[in-house]
């Protein structure tokens, strides 16, 4: 009698090189002598979930899917249920919605690892799908995936590169107590923290040191995951840190980033520290954080990259320039994949290192796409620097890839360089997360390339967490300050 084909053969879902590293990675459970592997996935805010498997059931898992709940998609960032799950369409007037139903997770064997920090327990990157095979309409990594492919029928292959500014901090008080404890909707106070350095003195040897034992595991660690670290670095706030990374391919690079966040956090909090994402804490003295991303296209078939141009007095070549004018064109729309929360759009202030408009140049810190290389410079790249570090790794490198792509096939040039970026006349960023979500709800080629289902529902998803934001408020709602609210700090700071 021959055995039914599993989940993953059904749906024709692995490759042979797939198929060969599950195989690797059953032999290496046995070696490694390990214990659990957590199945993870992203979900929409970026945020990292997973669920701990036995190995028994791990095995199972990696060669037939396993079952998870839909509920943390339908959840925003304080776990309210946005849509009304339990009614015909799920709220969302899909079928496939109603009643909240299980997904398959698939497991990308190319993902694997074993985590420094747990020991005996593996790691691996899981994608979603409908139960009939269907990827599933909200998970991000399928979404980059689609983009990526109609990058490849160009003949091109993405690469990026990842800076990404954090803050440190002392653990003050590691108990819980009740005003800790939030509810669906609304979170609970963070814990109490102290800072790690004082701040404010760019690079300082000492300053630095003081950290450098949480450096160390963290350098550590990220090594032992293949994660690509360059540079770990103290910047401007108090305990500012920024890491960048080795350029990878861009799904590669999205994982990457998804895994450092998660661990770094977990690091940190099992050594008696602490670390967030968030942008601007809401405390005294923090300077915003931001996530530069560096980006190329390079030949699919020879790595070479297609963005360094051939003559002297070129920046970039004129396939760069071409996605240049596209990412430029589809800045404002996009915003919102670069900076999705509320707190994100305080870094968007005039001589702040972050930018203030769609503009470009060349070296330049104050401009929003800031070019470096040139002539026969291998590593020519753009750096666009209006991402927050809590952005969705997922969807920031979708909406640089769909509107560069834009730019490339209808040919679009950029504008002259900025001299003096922050008085240029560049269309301006979106000045908050309402702004940024009306211009993506009019903008055709994001509804063309992630679709309406996916473009609707996060404009409900997003809408929903400025409204809870804007009722905290309450009667003062009309006189928003430059001070970071409460109610930003509660929601962010423990949650990314």
């Known amino acids: ?138 998970a991000p990594r399928q979404l980059l995936r689609k983009a990526l492919r109609k990058l490849g029928e160009h003949g ?121 994402f968030m942008s601007r804490p809401a405390l005294k003295g923090y300077y915003p954080s931001g996530w530069h991303l560096h980006q190329s296209l390079t030949d699919a078939a020879s790595g070479k990259n297609l963005f360094t141009p051939q003559t002297a007095d070129q920046r970039l070549s004129a396939l760069g320039q071409h996605y240049l004018g596209g990412v430029l064109a589809y800045a404002v729309p996009g915003t919102v994949f670069a900076t999705p929360t509320v707190n994100g759009y305080r870094r968007f202030r005039p001589n702040s290192l972050a930018p203030d408009r769609a503009g470009w140049a060349y070296d330049n810190r104050g401009a929003m796409i800031r070019v470096l290389g040139g002539p026969d410079d291998a590593a020519t790249r753009l750096e666009n620097r209006a991402g927050e570090p809590a952005a969705n790794p997922y969807l920031y490198i979708l909406s640089q890839v769909v509107s560069g792509l834009a730019g490339v096939e209808t040919k679009l040039a950029p504008p002259p360089a900025d001299d003096a970026p922050y008085a240029a006349e560049r269309p301006p960023l979106p000045k908050s997360l309402p702004d940024a979500l009306d211009a993506l709800d009019r903008e055709p080629l994001f509804r063309r390339a992630l679709g309406d289902i996916f473009i609707d529902y996060f404009l409900k998803l997003k809408r929903t967490e400025f409204a809870r934001y804007q009722n905290s408020l309450g009667e003062d709602a009309a006189l928003q300050t430059d001070d970071v609210s409460t109610w930003e700090q509660n929601e962010y700071f423990d949650f990314f």
């Open 156 to 276: 091109f292959a993405g690469i990026i590169g990842a800076e990404i500014e954090w803050y440190l901090f002392r653990v003050a008080d590691d108990h819980l107590g009740e005003d800790n404890i939030g509810a669906p909707g609304t979170r609970g106070r963070p814990i109490r923290t102290l800072p790690a350095e004082p701040g404010y003195h760019y690079h300082s040897e000492s300053n630095m040191d003081l950290m450098q034992g949480v450096f160390d595991a963290l350098g550590d660690a990220f090594e032992a995951l293949g994660l690509g670290l360059r540079s770990i670095e103290n910047e401007w706030g108090p305990g500012q840190v920024e890491c960048t990374f080795a350029p990878r391919a861009a799904l590669e690079a999205a994982d990457n980033v998804l895994l450092f966040r998660t661990a770094t956090r977990q690091i940190c909090r099992r050594l008696g520290h602490f670390a967030t």
């Open 1 to 138: 009698m021959s055995t039914p084909p599993t989940f993953i053969e059904k749906h024709g879902l692995w490759s042979d090189d797939e198929r060969r590293l599950a195989a690797e990675i059953v032999r290496r459970l046995q070696t490694e002598k390990l214990r659990y592997v957590r199945l993870a996935w992203g979900d929409t805010h970026g945020y990292c979930r997973a669920k701990t498997l036995t190995v028994p059931a791990f095995v199972s898992a990696l060669t037939g899917g396993y079952n998870i709940g839909v509920a943390t998609t339908t959840l925003d960032s304080a776990g309210a249920r946005v849509f009304a799950s339990f009614t015909r369409g799920g709220g969302m007037g899909l079928d496939e919605m109603t009643g909240s139903p299980n997904l398959t997770v698939v497991a990308d064997p190319t993902t694997f690892r074993i985590l420094p920090w747990a020991p005996g327990t593996g790691w691996i990157l899981c994608d979603e799908y409908f139960n009939d095979g269907r990827p599933f309409h909200f």
